[in-house]
T-cell receptor, first 115, second 111 residues
Framework: GAVVSQHPSWVICKSGTSVKIECRSL??????MFWYRQFPKQSLMLMAT?????????EQGVEKDKFLINHASLTLSTLTVTSAHPEDSSFYIC???????????FGSGTQLSVL | DQQVKQNSPSLSVQEGRISILNCDYT??????FLWYKKYPAEGPTFLIS?????DKNEDGRFTVFLNKSAKHLSLHIVPSQPGDSAVYFC??????????FGKGTHLIIQP
């Protein structure tokens, strides 16, 4: 099946620093990528939808200046958490779609801990 | 307001028996439903899906049932195996939007 690679799998950073998370579709071209976050014992919450070559669409309540999403190619999307704070500590997951099986392929997730 | 609800945070089933995980939704615009399995600190793994035009889809030990009038779907796993122990998320899609997930049900298969 299709493979989506997400890196890093975990990261610890100091408050105020920025962290970049990469999501790559390894064997298909992802026209659309989605970014989710999950707090402990909570559901996966959609943060934003990005289409290759265009600006991401953010869900209500998600700060676009804080969570920068870049989808510059059909195989790579990045999420940058800028000026991270402890409340940003969460599990971030990307998913990639080729357009035929929407959102069916997920990355392995990134556990972010902000000290 | 939660559009996809999984009211049972956990479920314990004996190995070999049937596991039934339930999911309710409120948005009538959802046209596609999926079940995912997730282990701690890993991304979800797709299990099975169903289109809103169907009421049943079967794949090996996994069967998903959809009752549109009740806005309810369920995942049946039979027979349940120890490796099935995980958190199961119900997800729904409406149009071209990303998926909306329930909070998950932690399935525990007891030997």
């Amino acid at each position: 099946g299709a493979v989506v690679s997400q890196h890093p799998s975990w990261v610890i950073c100091k408050s105020g620093t920025s962290v970049k998370i990469e999501c790559r579709s390894l064997d298909f071209q992802a026209t659309t990528m989605f970014w989710y976050r999950q707090f402990p014992k909570q559901s996966l919450m959609l943060m934003a939808t990005s289409n290759e070559g265009s600006k991401a669409t953010y869900e209500q309540g998600v700060e676009k200046d804080k969570f920068l999403i870049n989808h510059a190619s059909l195989t790579l999307s990045t999420l940058t958490v800028t000026s991270a704070h402890p409340e940003d500590s969460s599990f971030y997951i990307c998913s990639a779609s080729s357009g035929t099986q929407l959102g069916l392929f997920f990355g392995s997730g990134t556990q972010l801990s902000v000290l | 307001d939660q559009q996809v609800k999984q009211n049972s945070p956990s479920l314990s089933v004996q190995e070999g028996r049937i596991s039934i995980l339930n999911c309710d939704y409120t948005n009538s615009m959802f046209d596609y439903f999926l079940w995912y399995k997730k282990y701690p600190a890993e991304g979800p793994t797709f299990l099975i899906s169903i289109s809103s035009i169907k009421d049943k889809n079967e794949d090996g030990r996994f069967t998903v049932f959809l009752n549109k009038s009740a806005k309810h779907l369920s995942l049946h796993i039979v027979p349940s195996q120890p490796g099935d122990s995980a958190v199961y998320f119900c997800a729904a899609r409406g149009g071209a939007d990303g998926l909306t997930f329930g909070k998950g049900t932690h399935l525990i298969i007891q030997p």
